[in-house]
């Protein structure tokens, strides 16, 4: 699967706001433990930037995890935001209509009329 950039960054926008608030560091303390400047976590937070792998590592040390955890939640983050760009994710029978309206392109209420 290929990620799309704007998916990324906004996956990183909650990843950076969730763990702020989990571990309750101001962004100034983010940037002393990490190493990272706060004007470069700022372009992060706004989805200006993305992290790179280093920036990345260095943040889940100073967030006190390790980068395999601080990366399950960011690809958790990414899923989620794949299905909330998803026609009708939520529900299933919105989904299969859409599928049928837009692929097959049959329209199940006229089909029921007959």
């Known amino acids: 699967m290929r990620y799309d950039i ?3 960054r906004k996956a990183e926008i909650e990843l950076l706001a969730q763990m702020q ?16 400047s706060r004007q470069h976590l700022g372009l992060v937070a706004k989805g200006k930037r993305s ?8 943040l889940a040390d100073a967030f006190g995890c390790s980068a395999t955890e601080l990366m399950a ?3 958790a983050l990414i899923l989620e935001q794949i299905q909330l760009q998803t026609p009708a994710a939520a ?7 859409y599928i049928n309206k837009t692929i097959l392109g049959k329209n199940p209420e ?3 009329e007959h």
């Open 6 to 8: 704007d998916v990324i």
């Open 21 to 36: 608030g989990a571990t309750s560091l101001t962004k100034k303390k983010l940037a002393l433990d990490s190493g990272i």
């Open 51 to 58: 992290l790179s792998v280093k920036s990345f590592c260095d």
């Open 73 to 75: 939640k960011l690809e």
């Open 91 to 97: 529900d299933k029978a919105k989904g299969i209509n």
């Open 110 to 112: 006229k089909q029921s």
